[in-house]
């Protein structure tokens, strides 16, 4: 079965400043695509970002981009310029040949003014 | 467009007490699912369903019930609520299922907290 690990619960992130989010996964399918959602306190899932597992070239969307290494199992969130808005829970996930997505269990990220 | 549609979004019950949780969503997806999140847990997969008329288990699947009769519709039961069972469900529907991967993004209802005493 497939598994995705965030260790890290918290981080913090100084308005401006950029920071990492970091996720790994397990899996033997060589097909896949990973995502990371972000859930602000309204509880409303957005997506951030989508990656394709069989494209080398890391997805890119204005101040979010990835760091996916498909040999090591990482995929990591940049967010460049911290904004305030930025403040929620980040989930990494994945979903493979069966559909399903499953997530990590989530980071909170806190910005700081 | 309404999307992803869950009722209700508030509810409390009793031990041994059933429920369905309502889940519609209008754009046409073949793929919809139920989550449920936790504290620490984040989000863990009840029950999914790839097309009308296939449903299949996720992660937790004890205590729960879909049916997925229309593309539209994928409703959740509790057949005899425990209080392990308070939680915040999802809904969330996207393209594929029959045709392929999962390779959308996955539209989300706005939750449905449920308390169980």
């Known amino acids: 079965a497939q598994t995705v690990t965030q260790s890290q619960p918290e981080m913090s992130v100084q308005e401006a400043e950029t920071v990492t989010l970091s996720c790994t996964y397990d899996t033997s399918e060589s097909d896949y695509y990973l995502f990371w959602y972000k859930q602000p306190p309204s509880r409303q899932m957005i997506l951030v970002i989508r990656?394709?597992?069989?494209?080398?070239q890391n997805a890119t969307e204005n101040r979010f981009s990835v760091n996916f290494q498909k040999a090591a199992k990482s995929f990591s969130l940049k967010i460049s310029d911290s904004q305030l808005g930025d403040a929620a829970m980040y989930f990494c996930a994945y979903t493979g040949a069966n559909s399903k997505l499953t997530f990590g269990k989530g980071i909170t990220l806190s910005v700081r003014p | 467009n309404a999307g992803v549609t869950q009722t209700p979004k508030f509810q409390v019950l009793k031990t041994g007490q059933s429920m369905t949780l309502q889940c519609a969503q209008d754009?046409?997806?073949?793929?919809m699912s139920w989550y449920r999140q936790d504290p620490g847990m984040g989000l863990r997969l009840i029950h999914y369903?790839?097309?009308?008329?296939?449903?299949d288990q996720g992660e937790v699947p004890n205590g729960y019930n879909v049916s997925r009769s229309t593309t539209e519709d994928f409703p959740l039961r509790l057949l005899s609520a425990a209080p392990s069972q308070t939680s915040v469900y999802f809904c969330a529907s996207s393209y594929s299922g029959l045709a392929g991967q999962n390779t959308g993004e996955l539209f989300f209802g706005e939750g449905s907290r449920l308390t169980v005493l």
């Open positions: 990656q394709e597992a069989y494209k080398q």
């Open positions: 369903s790839v097309g009308a008329g296939i449903t």
């Open positions: 754009m046409n997806h073949e793929y």
